[in-house]
């Protein structure tokens, strides 16, 4: 093995510096497709907890995807490397629900589904993925030809959730060349899967234009360079569009949220569409995504006073009034069905309300209010309610068996029951 290649990843302390954010785990996943990128993922992770004072105990986890027949065999390849290691293994394997297109993000999300199911069996909160510089390369030029903005051009990062599960990529600096010759000098055969290679995918054609692009300059140090930087640019405006947001925005207790139009105008684009974008997640109940080129036309329409009556987007309905913005959950969109608060427990309604089951006692259930009239409410509340007809609509009351009401959006009448408006 050169020794140019990896004269870091053969040191204990740097091995200690790349898994040390999870060197409190009492038990690690690592995903391990049988690829010379896992392979070696495996092979550093067994050279760290060899000398680490109180090691984790780690579990190995291979999927067949079913797509192809080799596949068996590269599972069970990785299996018997990881019972050499000493390490607990699970085969899995995706038997259903192929698409006849997009398969590689329906693969994706199987992967982490079944990956997911294991690990919560398995007590296992965190899973290590070989992610490295090259495939961070790729993921920076799609996002960038694709029109991303600063959150999408810092790229992969080393803590992120993808399909509820947890997941921490230690080698995402670490050049793919220095992984396979671990490999190599390990003397293991990696598998290679054929849709690598196949240029039908967007991230290949980026991948087979990295050689030409390094030859100017731009290869995956540089990229990785600049991700970082654009991190710090996005972790700066975060924290302007955070200080605006506590400054300016009012959440109401039926989850509707307001600001002053002046006050967006003068934010200007930048901050400004990241308030919206904020206010536009808590509203929404967090249901999809908020795609910049969305936020932006939003955002234009809203400062040069074109925004059409009765606008809706990613789940709620935005309106302009008495010189505020109001956007409140949209009625009839993916809202939660009935649902029973556990005895001593809190349920997340809507991904918008936390209500928090003080007693013992069953038979609380949350709802939608729906059509609560608005007389009624002020009469229940003791004021006049302003809020959007929609907010109020779509904010949950809390009934006990005996159809009292305990809660209603974010007001609470009775010590049994809390409620509060989630708004980060």
Avoid at 78 to 90: N, P, T
Avoid at 277 to 283: M, Q
């Amino acid at each position: 093995m050169p020794a140019s290649l990896t004269p870091d990843l053969a040191d204990k302390g740097t091995l200690a510096t790349l898994f040390a954010p999870i060197a409190g785990e009492a038990v690690i996943g690592l995903a391990v497709s049988g690829g010379p990128d896992s392979l070696a993922l495996m092979l550093l992770a067994h050279r760290w907890v060899s000398g680490a004072e109180n090691p984790p105990r780690i579990f190995v986890y291979s999927l067949d995807h079913g797509l192809r027949p080799e596949a068996a065999d590269e599972v069970a390849m990785v299996a018997a490397e990881a019972e050499k290691l000493g390490f607990a293994f699970r085969g899995l394997k995706w038997s259903e629900g192929h698409p006849e297109t997009g398969l590689q993000e329906a693969a994706r999300q199987a992967r982490y589904q079944l990956i997911g199911k294991a690990m919560a069996e398995d007590g296992v909160k965190i899973l290590l993925t070989a992610h490295h510089r090259a495939d961070q390369a790729e993921t920076i030029l799609m996002r960038l030809a694709h029109g991303s903005g600063l959150d999408g051009l810092k790229g992969m990062v080393p803590f992120s959730e993808v399909e509820g599960v947890r997941v921490f990529r230690p080698l995402l600096d670490v050049e793919p060349a220095a992984l396979g010759a671990i490999v190599e000098e390990a003397g293991l055969s990696p598998a290679h899967d054929p849709s690598n290679n196949d240029d039908t995918y967007e991230r290949v054609r980026w991948r087979r234009l990295l050689p030409s692009l390094a030859q100017e300059g731009l290869d995956g140090a540089s990229l990785s360079r600049f991700a970082a930087r654009m991190a710090e640019a996005d972790q700066a405006l975060a924290q302007l569009a955070d200080a605006a947001f506590a400054e300016l925005v009012d959440v109401d207790n039926f989850g509707a949220a307001s600001l002053p139009l002046v006050a967006l105008d003068q934010l200007g684009p930048a901050t400004g569409r990241r308030v919206l974008s904020r206010i536009l997640a808590i509203a929404g109940g967090r249901q999809k995504p908020r795609a910049l080129g969305q936020v932006e036309r939003l955002f234009e329409q809203i400062t040069s006073n074109t925004l059409p009556r009765g606008t809706t987007l990613l789940g709620t309905v935005i309106r302009i009034k008495d010189g505020f913005i109001t956007i409140a959950r949209e009625p009839g969109r993916a809202l939660p069905q009935d649902q029973t608060l556990p005895e001593n427990g809190m349920l997340v309604w809507d991904e918008r309300f936390a209500i928090t089951n003080l007693s013992g006692e069953a038979g609380f259930v949350a709802s939608a209010t729906d059509f609560f009239p608005r007389h009624r409410l002020e009469e229940v509340l003791g004021f006049k309610v302003t809020t959007p007809a929609e907010a109020i609509r779509t904010a949950p009351v809390v009934r006990d068996s005996s159809g009292a009401v305990l809660t209603l959006g974010g007001w609470s009448f009775d010590e049994r029951v809390t409620v509060k408006v989630l708004v980060d």
